[in-house]
């Protein structure tokens, strides 16, 4: 259900992206990064419909206290919400109109050597974030629900994967189709 529920919210998310007639670059990546925070937003109250249709008024044997749907809602809404960031910090990380990816190509000017040691440490950096909201997520779940909580939130976090699919298909198309366009030497209205 919470699939269901995702797929769902996801198809009204495309929606804004058909409103929104955008034709440069920005525009259409500004319009895919609000994508996943519309679908964020759409799949909380979603989420909670799921839980309290589908579960019973009390959740026994996960553990020690009985539980109610709200818990299973809460463990949703961690990995839902986490998932979110971990998309906007991915995105700082790797997109090329963030300080990041401009400094490793910087690094580039000094030697292979300093853009290796460079780019290791930026990956590495990089990863703080979402483990830590992997972590807490997981911790937070456990605590609620036991491992049905963990599985909650690892569902609550691929519960709006359509949008971010869409998101992560983006980029390395667009890309490839602009440098095949280059390598034509085709002019800018054709890219």
Known sequence: MISAFGIIVCL??????????????????DVLKYQLLISTILAT???????????????????????????????????LWSGMIIGY?????TSHSYGPVREVAKSCETGAATNIIYGLALGQLSTIVPVILLAVTAFACHTLLGMLGVALGALG??????????????????????GLTEMAELGDEVR
């Open 45 to 79: 109250p979603a989420l909670y419909l799921a839980a309290y249709i589908t579960l019973p008024e009390r959740i026994y044997g996960f553990v020690e206290v009985d539980r109610t749907p709200y818990d299973a809602w809460i463990c949703t809404l961690f990995g």
């Open 157 to 178: 976090m691929l519960s709006t994967l359509a949008v971010g699919l869409a998101i992560d298909g983006y980029g390395p198309i667009s890309d490839n189709a602009g």
């Open 12 to 29: 009204f998310t495309s929606l804004v992206a058909y409103a929104s007639k955008s034709e440069s670059f920005k525009a259409v990546s």
């Open 89 to 93: 910090v991915t995105e700082y990380y």
